[in-house]
């Protein structure tokens, strides 16, 4: 229920937010055509979520035949959360990273880069892969998902809001007393703080479901020793090896795989890493 009232709290707000931009760019026209967009996207990420985020990384699905070790963790993993075994993806990628994806447990999906199987032990990619299944199990990965979808549209409204003021999109109204839209002004602030909002909502609700995904994975393993581990190597290897992944999605992500440091780091979708590992270590399995 929580994780229901989380998404259309999310919902609401981005939904909101797209309109807002729309009436920044096109007055009230362009609200109307911004809330018939979200209205859209809400539907679309609801149903194709797993495969929209899946092509955005080229995620290609793996057979059996060709990963049976890692086949045989998904498996097990599964049957102790007692939801079914999601289809496995791997992305060409030497950064090591994973994430889960779709709406519920019986339209879910797992994908991992190819860096991380290089890396990872046996003990630590079943942490891994437990913190995953764990994000499908409590069905965190709907509310993941719309908000990558909807975050990627408000940013996407907020470029062209930045051109639009530019190049004179926003004088004209104010010429004209500002009768359609919200003036070069408003547009200014819109482009500034539409993306900002929609990362803060994103932040808001994913640190929350890292802790909590952390626990119930090194509960489903039953330690929390070999996601601890990976968590480590994760976030040395992550740094030194980046996922070119579009910051609307860094929030799926078991570690954020785009850079930061300074102030970027206060604005991470992802909690602090060495708070996530000293949580990990204080459990008592």
């Known amino acids: 229920m929580a994780n229901l009232i989380k998404t259309g709290f999310l919902l609401i ?19 109307t055509i911004a809330f018939i967009l979200a209205l859209v996207m809400n539907v679309g990420s609801y149903w194709f979520s797993d495969k929209i985020v899946l092509s955005m990384y080229g995620a290609q699905p793996v057979e059996e ?29 030497d950064s090591p990273n994973a994430f889960a994806t779709g709406r ?7 994908a991992v880069t190819e860096g991380i199987l290089r890396i990872m032990s046996e003990e630590e990619l079943k942490g ?18 719309i908000a990558a979808t909807l975050a990627g549209a408000i940013t996407y409204l907020g470029q062209m809001a930045q051109w639009g003021a530019m190049f004179g999109g926003g004088r004209r109204d ?5 009768g359609g839209g919200l003036g070069m002004v408003g547009v200014l602030i819109m482009a500034i703080l539409a993306p900002f909002a929609a990362l803060l909502i994103q932040m808001a609700i994913s640190r929350s479901r890292e802790y909590e995904a952390d626990a119930s994975g090194a509960r489903l393993v039953g330690k929390a020793s070999g996601l601890a581990h990976a968590l480590e190597k994760l976030e040395v290897a992550s740094q030194q090896n980046p996922l070119p ?12 795989p785009l850079t930061s440091g300074g102030l970027a780091s206060l604005f991470s979708t992802h909690p602090p890493i060495e708070e996530r590992i000293a949580r990990l270590q204080a459990m008592k399995l």
């Open 13 to 31: 707000v981005l939904t909101c937010l797209l309109v807002l931009v729309g009436g920044a760019l096109g007055g009230q026209q362009g609200m």
């Open 65 to 93: 035949a060709q990963a049976p070790g890692l086949y045989r963790i998904v498996r097990e993993l599964a049957a102790r959360a007692q939801i079914p075994v999601p289809p496995i993806y791997m992305i060409s990628d």
């Open 104 to 110: 519920n447990p019986s339209h879910a999906a797992v």
């Open 128 to 145: 891994v892969l437990a913190h995953e299944l764990s994000h499908v199990k409590n069905r965190d990965t709907l509310t993941m998902t």
């Open 174 to 178: 104010d010429e004209e007393g500002g």
């Open 245 to 256: 992944a579009s910051p609307a999605t860094a929030h799926l992500f078991i570690v954020n």
